[in-house]
């Protein structure tokens, strides 16, 4: 049971499910999932654990970049589920209608600079 809650807990955050909509769309690193949600790093970090820790999204090194994407190995057997459904909804949310246009704008590069 202690997995389930997990996982239900991590999709209980609007901001977290934002994020999983996003996630949808391709890899995305701390700053520019920043730059859509308009949250602080350490706040998007904290939010990024805790959908790692129920194993909804998985991160990977890449140069100086650390990408998340969804865990879609299904090996968990909680996550495949959610991410399925979460899916098939929202796709006329306001709010993830715009987080869309701006996940297909933001460039890391520029973001990341530095």
Not at 39 to 60: C, F, G, P, Q
Not at 97 to 111: G, P
């Amino acid at each position: 049971m202690r997995k389930l809650v997990k996982t239900f807990k991590a999709v209980a955050d609007p901001n977290r499910v934002r994020i999983l909509k996003m996630l949808e769309i391709r890899s995305l690193c701390v700053c520019e999932i920043r730059e859509v949600l308009n949250l602080a790093n350490s706040t998007v970090s904290k939010h990024l654990s805790i959908l790692r820790d129920a194993e909804l999204i998985l991160d990977e090194k890449e140069g100086k970049w650390v990408n998340y994407h969804l865990n879609d190995s299904a090996s968990e057997l909680y996550a495949e589920p959610i991410l399925s459904l979460i899916n098939e909804w929202l796709a006329d949310d306001e709010t993830i209608l715009q987080d869309n246009e701006k996940v297909k704008s933001v460039d890391r590069k520029t973001l990341c600079a530095g």
